[in-house]
């Protein structure tokens, strides 16, 4: 277990002391979002020491021309990355004309950072020793408005502890921004015009080919001690710089306060015209609200979030704080009022993953939309790939494929796959299954018929035609096969008949066939106008079912267990326990073709068959799989302890669930992988709720009714947790002793352990 850094408390995320190493990390952790737009915690004033800026906009991304050592057809040609904006936040402080600047001043005296998740305010204070004469105290607050989405707000005080000073306030919106992230060094931003006044700041910028509008904009204000304002600020401007500034002078033991609100308007949204327009009333209605007003709109937006979605533990804050952070996290990245927009694996914590959309959604996100909001929540995330289902058309015909099938992007901001390693982009093909999966899973929860004859099923009959020509039939074993894949166990490249792939294929096949039944029934108009649409021939159907009755999953020859792909059983199977801890990850000490001859696997594979489908195997045979396979998995992904967690607590093996859970809920927050600074890891975010309200709760939806299956960590007194069932609120509390269920609506019913409860 590693060492805790951020104090443990059940609604806060706390840092108390300065240690310049951490810096980066803390940016990642503390990280602010509304779903509109996000950034990392960088501070306010200069800081020369080692920092990582970031500000992003949802939607908002370059398409930078692609890179490789050796070009391969299909490649696409360009990675769709989240952008570094301008930044917004700047306030460059001097007093008795030194600079505020961490990195070096004569001393640190106090520290402490603190992210209050119940209320969404960050706040960050130090007190510090410029030079012999002056010291000061600086206390900051900030938010990103979750009821206006392009508003944020920083509330900057200073304090003269010791001596009297002259304070400067250069308070900024800087366009020279560059992603780290960049293959060509390539400038993404380009220059439209700016405002420069006491009253507003504006840098009215676009992207460079994808030309997505968006305008900074700022507005600074400054307060005495008794909040009377000080008047006007005067401008300065250089290069993409402009600034509003302003003297004061503080004598010891006064204080004054920066009030800065400012933010994007994205052209996504606004119209460009008005851009001008749009930042002024923001800040007019902002000021004249002031900080305190629009925190606490911003914290009863909060509380609502909170009200439907907190999960209660008693006994463990470590495991309390651990789920509220990724329930925070989920919910400043993604709110799911817009069906362009997704969850991208560091959301608006980091550039890497290029802030686009993997099948992490569908797999891992989905549920979480699904339980913890309205239906539409959810159903925006299938809108958005149904929107994108003539690019997964597009991308088949360059890999060969034709007569509408679709092979989603395995990476995507628009659609288009902007993934380029042969044996990801071209190979790992299942996420085409989790697509469909989630499909199955919303109907399934959600009881919403309506999306699969409205759109659902021209997405699932793209996927099925690609199976069934990605599939050829062997001879040799009397079957259909897949070759040349990769399967979530990213660790085994170009492998055949991956167990979870094939099964995947099999089970598409089968699911569409049934659903195109269904919308023959019950739909015939719909149909009679899809059949035109997709040039649907009949005939289709049987070649799928002759595809799924005879598909070839590897097996071992002399054990009840299914293989994770063919020729398995030559490797030589050594725990992981087995590795060298200074070897670990081993993706970061390994060459490649070590990893690939290894047996360790990556991420759950088989086992995220098992988890998916879990009603088609008998706890027996999860066991022996769970047995098998866990040994050798590294959770080398973020994605992989969260669904061991599930199936551990399904096998009743609550110690190591309880494990997994922690190494899942608490992977940023004590930093297992030692890649903090990077960003969070938001999408793994939703697997730890999985694994608190699947794993520990034993939640099921089994022919539209809800069943749990309480099983509590012996560390915790209680759990309790809610879901939007179907426009019912189900609150599940439950103690070694008791379990209590309230509902909103006391007609739906709850089964608990198969019986029914009342
Ligand atoms: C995992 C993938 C995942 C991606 C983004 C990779 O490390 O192996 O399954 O989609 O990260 O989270």
Redesign the pocket.
Known sequence: MKKVYYEIDPWKIIEDGFDKSKVRASESIFSLGNGSMGQRANFEEQYSGKTYQGSYIAGVYYPDKTRVGWWKNGYPEYFAKVLNAPNWIGINIRIAGIPLDLNKCVEILKFRRELNMKTGIYKRSFEIQLSANIRVAIDVKRFLSMKESSLGAIKYQITMIKGDADIEIDSYVDGNIKNYDSNWEDPFWDFKSKIVSPELLLLHSQTLKTKFDVATYAQTQLFDKNGVSKGNFTTSEQNQIISQNKKHYLTEGDSCSVLKFGGYINGMNYDVNNFESTAFSLVLNASSKGFNKLAEEHNSSWNKIWEQSDIKIEGDDKAQQAIRFNIFQLNQTYTGHDARLNVG?KGFTGEK?GGST???TEAYCLPFYMATKNHKVARNLLKYRYNQLDKAIENAIKLGFTDGAALYPMVTMNGEECHNEWEITFEEIHRNGAIAFAIFNYERFTGDTSYIPEMGIEVLIGIARFWAQRVNYSEFQKAFVILGVTG?N?YENNINNNWYTNYLCQWCLRFTIEQIFKIKKQHIQKWEVIKVKLNWLDIEVDRWKEIADNIYFPKHPNQDIYLQQDGFLDKKLIPATSINKNERPINQHWSWDRILRSPFI??ADVLQGFYFFENQFNKATLERHFNFYEPLTVHE?S?SPCIHSILAARLGKKDQAYDFYLQTSRLDLDDYNNELEEGLHI?SMAGTWMSIVEGFGGLRIIDNQVHIDPKLPNAWKTLSFKINFRGTIINVKFSKQKITVEKSNKESIVYCKGKLLN
Do not use: A, V
């Open positions: 694996p993953y993997y099948w992490d979530p990213e990556k991420q992904s994605l999408t």
